[in-house]
């Protein structure tokens, strides 16, 4: 709340933020960047300095800190529809979503299809060329190997790989940003 205040009254700068605790330093890490900020961590003996730098490092609509990593994106496909309601109008926007995303600047690191999600990714799926498109330009796509094999589908993926529940529970606790459609 001390963050968000003094990020709301700075128009452009930066601020120093001490927290005593690594929960607590994620949290403002995380809800800084979310905010559009630079943010630069750094481990004292009083505790974590998080260096904010609103508006003044920006290149391109980039932040420009040498140590800024980008966000881990993961989206998370569970459906080989996009909404509930009608099945055609599912199928519909759930091959929008995917030549959208293909066609943004920013791509997540990560795609993961469980459940009919792993259709997607098969033989005689409609949006293949945008997820071959999105795995040449460095997006992972892991399907469950276990919906795969109920599906009867393992030996028609298409693009990406035949994951298990481990990698993808481990995948969705380190992603800094879950998109589920």
Not at 119 to 138: D, N, Y
């Amino acid at each position: 709340m001390i963050t968000r205040s003094a990020l709301e009254q700075l128009e452009e700068g930066s601020i120093i933020i001490l927290v005593d605790d690594p929960s607590s330093c994620e949290n403002v890490e995380r809800f800084a960047k979310s905010q559009g900020c630079a943010v630069r961590v750094e481990k004292r003996e009083q505790g974590f300095y998080l260096h904010i730098e609103k508006g003044t490092h920006r290149e391109k609509g980039k932040l420009s800190y040498p140590e800024e990593k980008a966000l881990n994106v993961l989206v998370y496909i569970n459906s080989h529809l996009l909404g509930v309601g009608e099945e055609a109008l599912g199928a519909i926007l759930m091959r929008a979503f995917l030549k959208t995303l293909e066609d943004l600047e920013t791509k997540p690191a990560r795609m993961v299809f469980i459940n009919s999600g792993v259709r997607l990714a098969s033989e005689g799926s409609e949006v293949l060329e945008a997820l071959r498109t999105l795995s040449e330009k460095g997006v992972e796509i892991l399907s469950c190997g276990t919906c795969l094999d109920f599906y009867g589908l393992k030996e028609k993926l298409r693009v990406g790989r035949v994951s298990n529940m481990y990698e993808i529970a481990r995948s969705l606790f380190e992603a800094d940003r879950l998109i589920r459609p």
